[in-house]
Structures are given as C-alpha cells and as structure tokens.
C-alpha cells in the first residue's frame, strides 16, 4: 500500500511516521522549501504526548523543552497586574517550540520528503488516487493524505474553496523569534504578557538569548497586510513594556508567521482516496492549546484505523464493483472511522479556543479588569481550584477541562 501525504508538519510526519511501521511505502511532498525550524510556542501534553511515549520520543522532548511554570500579566508601564501558576496536579506538560517537535519526528522519519512542493491536480479511479504535482511529476497512490494546514491545497482541489470551511475568530496573529540577550533575561521561566483593549503581547525566554514572541490584535476584516512588520509596528509601537524593543529587532519577514486566528470545520474529512488530517480538517486555531496535541492523536487513530485492514481494496469495492464516493462515505471503513473517533473531540477543543481567544486580547478595560481580579484571587486559599475549574484566561488549554487522553478517542 503507498500513501502520498502533502505536508511535512508535526500531523503529516506523525502520520508517516506510524505508516511506515505498518509496512506502507509513504512519500511526503511539503510546500515550503526546506524543513521550518522554530515557530511559536506550544504546550505539548495529552493524547499527543502519550502518542510520542509510544515512539519513543518523550525522553528527547523533555530534554528540548523549558519549564514554563506560569503566566504573568503587565500594564503599559511593566508592573505586574496578575499571574497565574500552573499547579503540578494539571499534569505532564512540555513546553517547546512547535520545530522542536516536528524536528524530533521528522528524525526518525525515512520516507523521502520532496520540499518546495506541492499537489497541483488530484483525479481519483476505484482503485488509486493519481496526484499531480508542481514540479511536474505524477504519482499514483493508493491513499493521499492532506495535512498541508489550514490553508490546505489538497482540500481546495478536492473539497472547493477555503471560505467554506473557515470560521474566522476576529483576530489577527504574528509570532516569530529574535535573539536578545537584553530582554530575554527579565522574561525567565514564565509567559509575560502586556494587554490592552484589543491588543496583546507576549513572550518567552529561549536557551542562548533566544525569544519567542506573540502579537495578537483584534481586527474585523480577516485580509492580510501586505507588511505584516510595518502592521506590527503601526499597531504595537506605541505600547509599553519590552514591546518597542521587540520591534525594534524584528527578524527577515520571512520569519514572521503572521496570519489570520481560524478554525476549520467540515461536514466530511474525506473524500473517497483522500483524506484530510490535522489543520487541513481539524484547526483548533492557535489560542486552544492542544492544536499539536490533537495533530498526533489524529494521525495515530488514522494509522490505526488503516492498520485494521490489511488493505484498502476491500474498502473501496463491494461485488467487485468500485464504489462511489457517497457509498464510501456510509461505508464505515478506515476512513469513516477515523472521522467518527476524532470529530467529537476537536468540536470540543474548538469551542475551548473560542473562549480562551476572547481572554488573550480582551475588547475592553473593563475586561481586562475583570480577569485580573479573577486570576489574582485565584491566589486565594479555597478559591484556586474552583477558578482554575471554571475559566481559561490564559496559554493554556487544559485550564476548564481534563486533558483528553487516547482512550478518549474510541
């Protein structure tokens, strides 16, 4: 059986990753032109950190990752206005950057991997997928797999336009790293955070002066700037903080992620030979916590699916006969499996994300007044557990809701 995923992020290495162990032939094609080191970063716990116990990843993680132990809250002239320690009982978490992860897969990955990249027509037959790609080459398969994000080639050739499937969360996003020794020293081990009304920034310290940063700003029309470092500075210079001189250090601009806040929602994931899988199908958008979490739990209950059948073949032909593509759909194999284990969880993820987008860049003062007082009683003997229970103000998904584990998932 020979798989062809499109796209060699955290979901689609994973994906590869479990395939290969099942004795498929996998090829990978990745639209960027070289492995994307670095990105924003991520708290890794849950269903993916139990999936990268079982590759045997976990001991290199913990070794990349950095001991995050709180959140801390600062007005304009850089005096803290709340905190929030995250209490040992909300279990195992690490905190890395999200290249970090994709790294530590991608190493144990020997699929061949064609960067620079990309599907460019998809035509499906009763018993193989023929992609065409943008270098010119065509290749056939038995499954192609979309995890090219969520703004997903493989999902506008196969499922029609992305302003279909995209709920736009009414924020903007930018996130890259510089290097400072300056600023990363007052940062630490903690998320510091400057807000004001419709405004947030934040950062973490790296190893070797390193900083990894997030700018989030409220912004009703989802179009991108042209300049997204002369956005930033228009919208972020005047403020307080380290803020000026983050942007005073901005990094090339092809280093700054900057994007619309989304999430993605379908009525299907897969379309007789393809299959959507991780952001393409699944965002949860930045601000749910979980995003590479639920990336590796969906590729291990895609690959675990397949590997219940030994083939495909018996899938997608009844009486001998291909069948069509409504009929795969009811036909409750590996592909409709997958879809059903993992849709509940992500609708649930996704509806955590919209609450948490609403405290990172609160609309108003009062807001914001709001959830100081609520994270600084939080400090109360008594009150702690209930508020951390009931609210989820700050980076954190696991704030409201007990991790999911794998055994969730079917």
């Known amino acids: 059986m020979k798989a062809l995923i499109c796209g060699a992020g955290i979901a689609g290495l994973t994906l590869a990753w479990h395939l290969e162990r099942?004795?498929?032939?996998?090829?990978?094609v990745e639209r960027a032109a070289a492995f994307r080191d670095g990105g924003y970063m991520i708290d890794f716990y849950g269903p993916g950190l139990e999936v990268a116990d079982q590759m045997g990843l976990s001991p290199r993680l913990r070794k990349l990752g950095y001991a995050i132990d709180g959140l801390t809250y600062v007005g304009a002239d850089g005096r803290q206005s709340s905190r929030l320690d995250m209490p040992d009982s909300l279990g195992a978490i690490i905190s890395l950057p999200r290249g970090d992860l994709a790294r530590a897969i991608l190493d144990d990955v020997k699929a061949p991997i064609r960067y620079g990249t990309s599907v460019q027509t998809v035509d499906q037959h009763g018993s193989h997928v023929t992609v065409g790609l943008t270098d010119g080459t065509t290749h056939e398969a038995d499954l192609l797999v979309g995890a090219d994000g969520a703004h997903s080639r493989v999902r506008e050739l196969v499922f029609g336009d992305e302003r279909r499937f995209v709920r736009y969360l009414g924020?903007?996003?930018a996130v890259f790293l510089l290097r400072n020794e300056a600023l990363n020293r007052p940062i630490g081990r903690r998320y510091w955070a400057l807000t004001l009304p419709g405004l947030s920034a934040g950062a973490y310290a790296l190893r070797d002066g390193w900083l990894a940063t997030m700018f989030l700003r409220r912004e009703p029309d989802p179009a991108l700037p042209d300049d997204p470092a002369a956005t930033l500075r228009r919208h972020f210079g005047g403020l307080g903080w380290l803020v000026p001189e983050m942007l005073a250090d901005l990094p090339d601009p092809r280093e700054i992620f900057y994007d619309q806040v989304i999430q993605i929602e379908m009525d299907r994931w897969s379309e007789g030979r393809v299959v959507l899988l991780g952001d393409a199908c699944q965002a949860v958008s930045l601000f749910a916590g979980h995003g590479s979490s639920m990336a590796m739990a969906a590729a291990w209950v895609l690959a675990d699916e397949l590997r219940k059948g030994e083939t495909l073949t018996e899938e997608f032909r009844e009486d001998g006969k291909a069948l069509t593509a409504d009929a795969l759909r009811e036909s409750g194999g590996a592909l409709a499996a997958y879809e059903r284990r993992m849709r509940p969880t992500i609708a649930h993820t996704q509806a955590l994300g919209?609450?948490?987008?609403?405290?990172m860049a609160p609309a108003t003062s009062r807001r914001i007044g709001v959830r100081?007082?609520?994270?600084?009683?939080?400090?109360?003997?008594?009150?702690s557990r209930?508020?951390?229970?009931s609210l989820t103000p700050g980076t954190r998904g696991l704030i409201g809701r007990r991790p999911t584990r794998l055994r969730d998932l079917g």
């Open 22 to 28: 099942a004795g498929w032939e996998v090829e990978l």
């Open 171 to 173: 924020h903007h996003v």
């Open 354 to 359: 919209r609450r948490v987008v609403e405290w």
């Open 372 to 383: 100081d007082w609520i994270l600084r009683a939080a400090t109360l003997p008594g009150l």
């Open 386 to 389: 209930l508020l951390l229970n």
